[in-house]
């Protein structure tokens, strides 16, 4: 059994309140620390101030046993203290670390008392010496430990991680090592000791990389499109390769939240000082937005110029699971159909609030079904089960058009065919009108032919079999 410690955690965002209590809830005595208002106020009425699986649980549980308290300031009676701000980035593609340095500096007391700094906010490459510049403290005392939760399954990850990562600097004495592993030693997880360049490009790398992957799958979707074919069984045969797996090679929307955007940007900032072209990076950055505003283009392709019309918008959230809008694709497409002159009602059952901070001439209800009142088209833009689990035979009868753009794969295309809507998704050709590019030349007419596979009817350019679709 580890020995319970007395811990500080400066922020109780999405990172750093899933840490708090995922600490209390080891045995440690934990306080945590916010100054924004509006969620010291909810914490402190025993309220989550943010959406996320099983947290106010955790928050109920660990406020009643007294492991986990609630301040607007840091005390200075703390074994080791950890700092959990966001570190958003700016136009320039550059990690803004105001918040970072005022926690640094509300710190000052307490870090005076000699307890290691526990730098869990995700920093650009070399950002953590500037940490040492900022406080005066000696290396020997600072450590970087980056997250790996995902939001919509942040507890889960905090209690059952792939690996932990810890960063320090050459001359970190043996003990204060000890002590910041064994904060996690119970978790079974592998533990990764290096040094605090290599815990910073751990953090940015993986996160890139998983981008990398959804953009590829994105594009190959793209490609599906053009050439009339089903995304879902060309990453099926892609992935059942060992070497490449199934993982975040899912097509949709784009990705969003406050991770993968930010390590890409911050990977191709961190380069192009050094003199690299970080050109992987760059373009899987380039490609997610194009991404977002190939789906933008395609509903108009589809549905006709959206001036005037009447747009039902299902999800807001970057993801299902959090209340998080930040760079949401959701919010991105949004913005586009405004811009277009759509009339856009919108639904999110967690992100709504956020939402409207982000985009206020938005217009949101508090249902799916009073968003497709009356509506001629219906996006699906985050993948919330309740939209995979609406009466769409309702949803017919409610809008005054077919048109269902399923940004998310979400649903059953054959059986909303069947309700009479015309289902157009990421990755699916529209009618799965196939024509093999390597016969573009042959004169011979195309013939219709019958997929054993579906219903539908499938084109072929001259001779052939017809394709499983």
């Known amino acids: 059994m580890h020995q319970p410690r007395r811990i500080v955690v400066v922020g109780a965002g999405y990172v750093g309140l899933v840490t708090a209590v995922g600490l209390a809830e080891m045995g440690h005595q934990v306080e945590v620390v916010e100054m924004r208002p509006d969620r010291l106020a909810a914490l ?15 928050l ?70 500037l940490v040492v510049e900022w406080t005066g403290l000696p290396t020997e ?59 910073e490009l751990i953090k940015n790398g993986a996160n890139a990389f998983l981008a990398l992957k959804l953009s590829f799958a994105n ?27 199934s993982h975040y090679m899912r097509p949709g929307l784009g990705f969003g939240g406050s991770c993968l955007p930010k390590e890409l940007k911050a990977l191709a900032v961190s380069g192009r000082d050094r003199g690299l072209g970080m050109y992987v990076t760059r373009a899987a950055s380039d490609a997610n937005t194009a991404q977002q505003l190939r789906f933008a283009d395609r509903i108009e392709t589809e549905f006709g110029p959206v001036a005037g019309r009447r747009i039902a918008l299902l999800g807001l959230a970057f993801k299902a699971g959090t209340d998080d809008v930040r760079d949401s ?24 609030a956020n939402a409207l901070r982000e985009l206020p001439e ?21 993948e919330w089960p309740v ?27 054959e059986a909303i065919v069947a309700l009479g809507f015309r289902y157009i998704a990421v990755g699916r050709a529209s009618g799965l009108d196939i024509v093999d590019a390597r016969d573009r030349s042959d004169p011979a007419p195309p013939r219709r032919v019958r997929s054993a596979a579906t219903d539908d009817g499938v084109w072929l350019a001259g001779k052939g079999v017809a394709p499983r679709v």
């Open 60 to 129: 109920t549980t660990s406020l009643a046993s007294g492991r986990l308290t609630v301040a607007d300031h840091p005390g200075v009676d703390a074994e080791i203290v950890m700092v959990c701000v966001g570190t958003p980035f700016g136009a320039d593609g550059r990690s803004d670390l105001g918040q970072l340095d005022g926690a640094l500096r509300s710190l000052a007391p307490t870090l005076e008392r000699g307890a290691p700094l526990v730098v869990r906010s995700t920093l650009p490459p070399g950002a953590t010496r």
């Open 141 to 199: 005392r600072i450590f970087s430990n980056p997250e790996f939760l995902r939001q919509g399954t942040a507890v889960h990850d905090f209690l059952h991680p792939t690996r932990i990562v810890i960063g320090h600097f050459p001359d970190a004495a043996p003990d204060t090592i000890d002590l910041v592993v064994g904060l996690y030693a119970e978790l079974g997880a592998p533990i990764l000791v290096v040094d605090v360049s290599a815990a």
């Open 387 to 413: 939209y995979g689990q609406l009466d769409w035979s309702d949803a017919r009868r409610r809008m005054s058009g077919n048109l269902v753009v399923d940004g998310r794969r979400l649903l059953d295309r």
């Open 362 to 382: 938005l217009v949101v209800v508090g249902t799916p079904e009073g968003a497709l009142d009356a509506a001629e088209a219906a996006v699906i833009a985050t």
């Open 329 to 352: 694709p959701a919010l991105a497409i949004a913005r586009t159909m405004l811009e277009r002159g759509a009339r856009i009602r919108a639904h999110d059952p967690a992100a709504a």
């Open 219 to 245: 594009e190959m979707a793209s490609l599906a499109e053009e050439y009339g074919t089903d995304i879902e069984a060309v990453l099926e045969g892609i992935s059942l390769d060992p070497r490449i797996g």
């Open 44 to 58: 402190r009425a025993g309220r989550s101030p943010i959406h996320e699986a099983g947290l106010q649980d955790l």
